[in-house]
Protein backbone atom coordinates (compact mmCIF):
# COMPACT_ATOMS: atom_id res chain seq x y z
CA UNK A 1 0.00 0.00 0.00
CA UNK A 2 1.05 3.96 -0.72
CA UNK A 3 1.07 5.77 2.72
CA UNK A 4 0.85 9.98 2.19
CA UNK A 5 1.75 12.67 3.92
CA UNK A 6 0.90 16.26 2.62
CA UNK A 7 2.60 19.09 4.27
CA UNK A 8 3.22 23.09 3.31
CA UNK A 9 0.04 24.65 3.71
CA UNK A 10 -0.82 27.83 6.14
CA UNK A 11 -1.86 31.23 5.53
CA UNK A 12 -0.97 33.66 2.63
CA UNK A 13 -2.40 36.79 1.34
CA UNK A 14 -4.05 37.31 -2.27
CA UNK A 15 -1.10 37.08 -5.06
CA UNK A 16 1.00 34.94 -2.67
CA UNK A 17 2.53 31.79 -3.48
CA UNK A 18 3.22 28.28 -1.19
CA UNK A 19 4.16 24.87 -2.26
CA UNK A 20 3.02 21.77 -1.13
CA UNK A 21 4.84 18.42 -0.76
CA UNK A 22 3.19 15.18 -0.57
CA UNK A 23 5.67 12.62 0.63
CA UNK A 24 5.05 8.78 -0.43
CA UNK A 25 6.20 5.41 1.36
CA UNK A 26 5.63 2.03 0.19
CA UNK A 27 6.53 -0.80 -2.01
CA UNK A 28 4.65 1.14 -5.18
CA UNK A 29 5.69 4.29 -4.30
CA UNK A 30 8.37 5.15 -7.01
CA UNK A 31 5.64 3.93 -10.05
CA UNK A 32 2.28 4.83 -9.22
CA UNK A 33 1.00 8.37 -10.80
CA UNK A 34 0.26 10.91 -8.48
CA UNK A 35 -2.89 13.77 -8.43
CA UNK A 36 -3.36 16.78 -6.34
CA UNK A 37 -6.95 17.57 -5.00
CA UNK A 38 -8.92 19.96 -3.33
CA UNK A 39 -12.20 20.43 -0.87
CA UNK A 40 -13.59 23.62 0.10
CA UNK A 41 -16.15 23.90 2.99
CA UNK A 42 -19.34 22.71 1.96
CA UNK A 43 -17.88 21.36 -1.54
CA UNK A 44 -16.91 18.12 -3.34
CA UNK A 45 -13.11 17.86 -3.64
CA UNK A 46 -12.72 18.39 -7.08
CA UNK A 47 -9.34 17.57 -9.11
CA UNK A 48 -6.08 20.14 -9.10
CA UNK A 49 -3.32 18.38 -10.93
CA UNK A 50 -1.73 14.92 -11.62
CA UNK A 51 1.76 13.96 -12.92
CA UNK A 52 3.07 10.28 -14.07
CA UNK A 53 5.30 9.21 -11.50
CA UNK A 54 7.56 8.27 -14.17
CA UNK A 55 7.35 11.39 -16.38
CA UNK A 56 4.65 13.46 -18.24
CA UNK A 57 2.92 14.92 -19.12
CA UNK A 58 0.72 16.70 -16.72
CA UNK A 59 -2.68 17.53 -16.08
CA UNK A 60 -4.56 20.39 -14.36
CA UNK A 61 -7.94 21.53 -13.47
CA UNK A 62 -8.78 24.79 -15.88
CA UNK A 63 -9.21 27.12 -12.74
CA UNK A 64 -5.27 26.33 -11.74
CA UNK A 65 -3.34 26.11 -15.64
CA UNK A 66 -0.99 28.70 -15.43
CA UNK A 67 -0.61 29.29 -11.92
CA UNK A 68 -0.04 25.91 -10.52
CA UNK A 69 2.80 23.58 -11.02
CA UNK A 70 3.19 19.76 -10.00
CA UNK A 71 6.10 18.24 -10.21
CA UNK A 72 8.04 15.24 -8.55
CA UNK A 73 11.48 14.28 -7.13
CA UNK A 74 11.55 10.87 -7.37
CA UNK A 75 14.77 10.29 -5.33
CA UNK A 76 12.83 11.69 -2.40
CA UNK A 77 9.44 10.27 -3.22
CA UNK A 78 7.81 13.23 -3.02
CA UNK A 79 5.41 15.18 -5.19
CA UNK A 80 5.04 18.75 -5.00
CA UNK A 81 2.35 21.85 -6.05
CA UNK A 82 3.98 25.36 -6.57
CA UNK A 83 0.85 27.45 -6.35
CA UNK A 84 1.46 31.39 -7.49
CA UNK A 85 -0.74 34.14 -8.00
CA UNK A 86 -3.51 32.50 -5.36
CA UNK A 87 -6.93 34.12 -4.41
CA UNK A 88 -9.28 33.36 -2.04
CA UNK A 89 -11.22 30.97 -4.23
CA UNK A 90 -8.06 28.54 -3.54
CA UNK A 91 -9.09 28.13 0.01
CA UNK A 92 -9.24 24.64 0.31
CA UNK A 93 -7.87 21.32 2.10
CA UNK A 94 -5.51 19.87 -0.46
CA UNK A 95 -5.08 16.24 -0.49
CA UNK A 96 -2.36 14.05 -2.60
CA UNK A 97 -3.50 10.49 -3.98
CA UNK A 98 -2.35 7.33 -5.71
CA UNK A 99 -3.39 5.86 -8.76
CA UNK A 100 -3.10 2.43 -9.03
CA UNK A 101 -1.21 2.91 -12.36
CA UNK A 102 1.86 4.51 -13.29
CA UNK A 103 0.09 6.70 -15.93
CA UNK A 104 -2.59 9.26 -15.00
CA UNK A 105 -5.99 8.35 -16.45
CA UNK A 106 -7.69 12.59 -17.41
CA UNK A 107 -11.03 10.79 -16.94
CA UNK A 108 -10.27 9.80 -13.28
CA UNK A 109 -12.12 11.36 -10.63
CA UNK A 110 -11.74 11.34 -6.39
CA UNK A 111 -14.06 8.98 -6.25
CA UNK A 112 -12.24 6.53 -8.59
CA UNK A 113 -8.88 6.36 -5.97
CA UNK A 114 -8.07 4.61 -2.61
CA UNK A 115 -5.11 6.08 -1.53
CA UNK A 116 -5.52 9.40 0.10
CA UNK A 117 -3.77 11.83 2.36
CA UNK A 118 -4.36 13.43 5.63
CA UNK A 119 -4.79 16.80 3.89
CA UNK A 120 -3.23 19.98 4.77
CA UNK A 121 -5.14 23.31 5.05
CA UNK A 122 -4.42 26.10 2.51
CA UNK A 123 -6.49 29.59 3.41
CA UNK A 124 -5.84 32.62 1.28
CA UNK A 125 -6.95 35.95 2.52
CA UNK A 126 -7.75 39.18 0.78
Known amino acids: QVHLVESGGGLVQAGGSLRLSCAAS????????MGWFRQAAGKERDFVAA????????YYADSVKGRFTISRDNAKNTVYLQMNSLTPEDTAVYYC???????????????????WGQGTQVTVSA
Open 51 to 58: INWRGGPT
Open 26 to 33: GRTASSNA
Open 97 to 115: AAADEPYWQPEITSKDLRS
